[in-house]
């Protein structure tokens, strides 16, 4: 389960707010996974809600997740589509010259205090 090492880096990088700040606490996080990260967003919010109570600082924060759409674009027909539905296959043209535009990232994206 690579969602718990995650929330370690997540833990981690809000530490790092929190000693630059001088914050006591912070409330909540927002993140950003993409839909094809192979991050699964209950996972993550289950590991969150453990692992948050070992840190005085995250003892009351909130895990917010939004998952971003996957696209890719195709380099023939030069067109975007929806990479879960099609896959790697361009469905205008047919073509396998593909790839990822967005939907394996993982972002922290807000950090609310």
Known sequence: MHELGIVFHI?????????ENQL????????????VSAVIPEYLTDCWQWA???????????????????YTYCEDCKQIYPTVTHGKICPNC????????????????????
């Open 11 to 19: 833990m981690d990088s809000l530490e790092t707010v929190a000693q």
């Open 24 to 35: 006591d606490a912070i409330h909540s996080v927002t993140l950003e996974i993409g839909e």
């Open 52 to 70: 948050r109570k070992k840190k005085d600082f995250l003892i009351n924060c909130e895990m917010i997740v939004n998952v971003l759409p996957a």
């Open 94 to 113: 047919g073509s396998a010259s593909t790839y990822l535009k967005t939907g394996n990232e993982i972002n922290i994206k807000e950090v609310e205090v």
